[in-house]
């Protein structure tokens, strides 16, 4: 009886402990990291102006429609920086012939190994959906819902800057 108690609060004891575990730390992520690699993921390495960065705009999930991207002006946009719990995301996108021909990631959650691991795989993917889309409305990527919603918010503030 003796030994079924003791097994019986080790595996208790052990699963709050796993359940209590937490695989970022977001109080490690300085608030101001310094800029992330660009060219993540969709860089084209166009050139073109820069729109105004810290422009009010829509954090909103709101997206565009295929045919209101054709709307967008020629350059190079920089979107708001977007708080996420484990640190802040900011995107620098590309319009070309009306369209949206790249995005950089110039700001993602990197504070540590955890953080790079997601964000080398969800970064890619958000770029090549706001590609194929044209929209700043972007299907989440599973495991990086942070990431995903700052990059929408800093997405759709940049395409906001680009129909002025």
Do not use: C, W
């Not at 030994?3 to 019986?8: D, E, F, G, K, V």
């Not at 699963?15 to 730390?25: E, G, I, M, N, Q």
């Not at 300085?30 to 810290?54: C, D, I, K």
Request: aromatic share 6%; hydrophobic share 30%.
């Amino acid at each position: 009886m003796k030994r079924i108690l003791i097994a019986l609060a080790a595996t208790v004891s052990g699963l709050v402990l796993l359940f209590s575990y937490r695989t970022s730390f977001g109080d490690a992520v300085p608030a101001e990291t310094a800029a992330g690699p660009t060219g993540v993921a969709g860089s084209t390495g166009s050139t073109g102006t820069t729109g105004p960065t810290g422009a009010a705009g829509s954090t909103g999930s709101t997206g565009t429609t295929g045919s209101a991207a054709s709307a967008l002006a020629d350059g190079t946009y920089t979107g708001q920086t977007a708080s996420t719990r484990y640190g802040p995301v900011q995107l620098r996108v590309t319009v070309s012939g009306g369209r949206i021909s790249g995005v950089d990631a110039i700001q993602y959650p990197d504070g540590n190994g955890r953080d790079r691991e997601i964000n080398q795989r969800a970064i890619p993917q958000l770029v090549a959906d706001t590609i194929q889309t044209q929209s700043g409305s972007v299907h989440f990527v599973s495991g990086a819902t942070y990431t995903s919603t700052g990059y929408e918010q800093s997405l759709q503030s940049a395409l906001d800057q680009a129909r002025r």
